[in-house]
């Protein structure tokens, strides 16, 4: 092991800014951690890991709400030079289950009913709670050892690679599947943040993206490297919107990163008038294509602060970037330039990179790249196009084009997946989940656009039964197989799909016929 | 007004809004929306802004909480309980 580690920029801000705030929980009548504390915190949780045996090369999972501890626990994880594995704690326990055992947990931290239902499913044996001594817990935290074999699962990974995290997203195959990353992506990331945005120690971050969520990965150590203040969102305020302004006015954040969704959401119905945002300095976001109409509409309410729409699919973390110029934005928000530790080109379906202004796929290689999928070396091979260069260059899946002055336009996608609420939905995987379910024969997904500009996703289903299942109730299924924000807006059951020449489904018709 | 009445408005409203076609018969006043994914986020934050028109309450920001709106039952229970509030 050598080089820097994202713990290190935590451990240089406790030593410059010990007593300054470091997390805040928003909604929370518990004090803020200062630096000291989140150090001391961290501390804790790391010498129970040591005691069960945690160390370099292993992965801990995180079943925890988003809280100080939650944040305590990342960095003894990372502190032990294992990799943390953020899990959705409102997605469903048999799809943590999988995952769990997909990446071979060495351990798990969590807390509350919610985690003994995972522990229950992975048939592990619950263990007492600890008191650490962390203060502000709704509930006490648990660390328990999985007992599982490590031979089945080692990460293949360069000399001076160490795994720092491995992030799920839906899988096109039926199953998700892990972006791993390592301190060195992380960091080229986290360093870019810095060079670009400019943080202060007086700055506060919003933290609003789950930590399963990559978005999350900006919030966290952007704001701790530079020893600033990071408030926390939990998931259940986030969904609020009426909550999000009051927190912007009372904690005075500067910084914030959300998805399109949230910021719509918070302008339209979150009464952003009766608050007073104007400690906002930056507003950033990414995950998804923002809507004019609603990003224009932000941008009056809210003048004052720098804008800039991120990109990047969880493979490469932030890979370009635009700053909007002042005024109305009038045609399409540019997805901007290749971020600079990243060198970008637009290819043909061969590989070969297009002539200027022409349309293709973006294939980004540098420093913010992922090391690869978890346990699937083949996916992680094949999504790579290798050039003669001898890069490897991540095939992001997305078109776009160059606009013609280097800023690039998003066009589409050169396959299933699309993007809801800024969440990564694989249409493969909520057909796969369907075709789970025992009545169904056959199923198909497609995509298509509300008049809000909002990713709605209609099913098609063949059932087998005589008669169709309530909404309700096949909602309430497919609902134990998948997170919600993947479950499809309408079903449409019909007694055969249609299929083309090759013998395949025929998506095109069924998004004529759908609509 | 009677709880019953309003338990029948706030279903309509769902039904016609968030489930057209559904049989009202597979929502009971205790059908949890929320928690099961039968109503996503959006539709709930539109719940709340008819609710609020409809009967000329305002919903505080907790107040949007699973725990006051996954249900009919749950919804009939704070609206009355706002209306209560204002005499």
Same mark, same amino acid.
């Given at each position: 092991?050598?080089?820097?580690?994202?713990?290190?920029?935590?451990?240089?801000?406790?030593?410059?800014?010990?007593?300054?705030?470091?997390?805040?929980?928003?909604?929370?009548?518990?004090?803020?951690?200062?630096? /000291?504390? *989140?150090?001391? #915190? &961290?501390? =804790?949780?790391? $010498?129970?890991? %040591? @005691?069960?045996?945690?160390? !370099?090369?292993?992965?801990?999972?995180?079943?925890?709400?988003?809280?100080?501890?939650?944040?305590?626990?990342?960095?003894?994880?990372?502190?032990?030079?294992?990799?943390?594995?953020?899990?959705?704690?409102?997605?469903?326990?048999?799809?943590?289950?999988?995952?769990?055992?997909?990446?071979?947990? /060495?351990? *798990?931290?969590? #807390? &509350?009913? =919610?985690?003994? $239902?995972?522990? %229950? @499913?992975?048939?592990?044996? !619950?263990?007492?709670?600890?008191?650490?001594?962390?203060?502000?817990?709704?509930?006490?935290?648990?660390?328990?050892?999985?007992?599982?074999?490590?031979?089945?699962?080692?990460?293949?990974?360069?000399?001076?690679?160490?795994?720092?995290?491995?992030?799920?997203?839906?899988?096109?195959?039926?199953?998700?599947?892990?972006?791993?990353?390592?301190?060195?992506?992380?960091?080229?990331?986290?360093?870019?943040?810095?060079?670009?945005?400019?943080?202060?120690?007086?700055?506060?971050?919003?933290?609003?993206?789950?930590?399963?969520?990559?978005?999350?990965?900006?919030?966290?150590?952007?704001?701790?490297?530079?020893?600033?203040?990071?408030?926390?969102?939990?998931?259940?305020?986030?969904?609020?919107?009426?909550?999000?302004?009051?927190?912007?006015?009372?904690?005075?954040?500067?910084?914030?990163?959300?998805?399109?969704?949230?910021?719509?959401?918070?302008?339209?119905?979150?009464?952003?008038?009766?608050?007073?945002?104007?400690?906002?300095?930056?507003?950033?976001?990414?995950?998804?294509?923002?809507?004019?109409?609603?990003?224009?509409?932000?941008?009056?309410?809210?003048?004052?602060?720098?804008?800039?729409?991120?990109?990047?699919?969880?493979?490469?973390?932030?890979?370009?970037?635009?700053?909007?110029?002042?005024?109305?934005?009038?045609?399409?928000?540019?997805?901007?330039?290749?971020?600079?530790?990243?060198?970008?080109?637009?290819?043909?379906?061969?590989?070969?990179?297009?002539?200027?202004?022409?349309?293709?796929?973006?294939?980004?290689?540098?420093?913010?790249?992922?090391?690869?999928?978890?346990?699937?070396?083949?996916?992680?091979?094949?999504?790579?196009?290798?050039?003669?260069?001898?890069?490897?260059?991540?095939?992001?899946?997305?078109?776009?084009?160059?606009?013609?002055?280097?800023?690039?336009?998003?066009?589409?996608?050169?396959?299933?997946?699309?993007?809801?609420?800024?969440?990564?939905?694989?249409?493969?995987?909520?057909?796969?989940?369907?075709?789970?379910?025992?009545?169904?024969?056959?199923?198909?997904?497609?995509?298509?656009?509300?008049?809000?500009?909002?990713?709605?996703?209609?099913?098609?289903?063949?059932?087998?039964?005589?008669?169709?299942?309530?909404?309700?109730?096949?909602?309430?299924?497919?609902?134990?197989?998948?997170?919600?924000?993947?479950?499809?807006?309408?079903?449409?059951?019909?007694?055969?799909?249609?299929?083309?020449?090759?013998?395949?489904?025929?998506?095109?018709?069924?998004?004529?016929?759908?609509? | 007004?009677?709880?019953?009445?309003?338990?029948?408005?706030?279903?309509?409203?769902?039904?016609?809004?968030?489930?057209?076609?559904?049989?009202?018969?597979?929502?009971?006043?205790?059908?949890?929306?929320?928690?099961?994914?039968?109503?996503?986020?959006?539709?709930?934050?539109?719940?709340?802004?008819?609710?609020?028109?409809?009967?000329?309450?305002?919903?505080?920001?907790?107040?949007?909480?699973?725990?006051?709106?996954?249900?009919?039952?749950?919804?009939?229970?704070?609206?009355?309980?706002?209306?209560?509030?204002?005499?």
């Amino acid at each position: 092991m050598s080089g820097r580690r994202l713990q290190d920029l935590l451990a240089s801000s406790v030593a410059a800014r010990p007593d300054a705030a470091a997390l805040i929980e928003a909604g929370s009548p518990g004090p803020a951690w200062s630096y /000291r504390d *989140l150090a001391a #915190a &961290a501390a =804790a949780i790391d $010498a129970v890991l %040591a @005691e069960i045996g945690v160390g !370099p090369g292993d992965r801990v999972g995180i079943h925890l709400a988003k809280s100080q501890a939650a944040v305590a626990a990342l960095f003894a994880v990372l502190g032990r030079g294992a990799a943390y594995v953020p899990l959705d704690v409102t997605a469903p326990v048999s799809r943590l289950a999988w995952v769990a055992r997909d990446c071979g947990l /060495r351990a *798990l931290v969590g #807390a &509350a009913p =919610a985690f003994e $239902a995972l522990v %229950a @499913e992975l048939d592990l044996v !619950p263990t007492a709670a600890r008191d650490l001594g962390l203060s502000g817990l709704a509930e006490p935290l648990k660390i328990l050892a999985s007992g599982w074999s490590e031979a089945d699962h080692r990460a293949e990974l360069p000399a001076g690679e160490e795994l720092a995290y491995i992030l799920y997203t839906s899988g096109s195959t039926g199953r998700p599947k892990g972006v791993m990353h390592s301190h060195r992506s992380a960091l080229a990331f986290v360093d870019w943040c810095s060079e670009v945005f400019e943080p202060r120690p007086e700055d506060v971050f919003s933290s609003h993206a789950p930590f399963h969520f990559d978005l999350s990965i900006l919030d966290l150590y952007v704001s701790l490297k530079h020893g600033a203040s990071l408030v926390l969102i939990g998931e259940e305020l986030g969904k609020q919107p009426r909550a999000l302004a009051p927190i912007i006015a009372e904690h005075r954040i500067s910084i914030w990163y959300s998805t399109p969704s949230i910021l719509s959401l918070l302008c339209f119905y979150g009464r952003p008038e009766r608050s007073d945002c104007t400690s906002l300095r930056l507003v950033l976001f990414a995950g998804e294509v923002f809507p004019l109409k609603n990003l224009n509409a932000l941008r009056e309410l809210w003048p004052w602060p720098r804008y800039a729409n991120l990109y990047g699919p969880t493979e490469t973390n932030v890979c370009t970037w635009y700053e909007l110029p002042e005024g109305p934005i009038t045609a399409d928000l540019p997805i901007g330039a290749v971020c600079a530790p990243d060198r970008g080109l637009v290819v043909d379906p061969e590989g070969r990179v297009v002539a200027a202004g022409e349309e293709g796929e973006l294939v980004i290689a540098g420093g913010t790249v992922m090391k690869g999928y978890w346990n699937l070396p083949e996916r992680s091979a094949g999504a790579f196009l290798e050039l003669d260069t001898g890069a490897g260059y991540y095939r992001t899946g997305d078109l776009v084009r160059d606009r013609g002055d280097g800023q690039l336009l998003f066009v589409g996608r050169r396959d299933r997946m699309v993007k809801r609420r800024g969440y990564r939905v694989e249409l493969g995987e909520i057909e796969a989940a369907l075709c789970r379910l025992d009545e169904v024969y056959e199923a198909a997904a497609v995509a298509l656009v509300d008049a809000e500009g909002a990713t709605l996703i209609r099913a098609f289903v063949v059932w087998r039964a005589p008669e169709p299942p309530a909404l309700v109730a096949i909602k309430k299924a497919l609902g134990r197989e998948l997170p919600l924000y993947m479950l499809p807006d309408s079903f449409v059951w019909v007694e055969n799909l249609p299929k083309n020449a090759n013998d395949k489904i025929d998506y095109e018709a069924l998004k004529r016929t759908g609509s | 007004m009677a709880s019953q009445e309003i338990r029948a408005a706030v279903k309509d409203y769902i039904m016609e809004e968030f489930l057209p076609g559904e049989d009202p018969a597979t929502v009971s006043d205790s059908t949890a929306l929320l928690s099961e994914g039968i109503l996503d986020s959006i539709a709930t934050i539109k719940l709340a802004a008819w609710l609020e028109d409809h009967y000329g309450i305002e919903l505080e920001a907790h107040e949007m909480s699973v725990d006051n709106l996954d249900s009919i039952a749950a919804i009939a229970a704070i609206v009355t309980s706002k209306l209560e509030a204002r005499g």
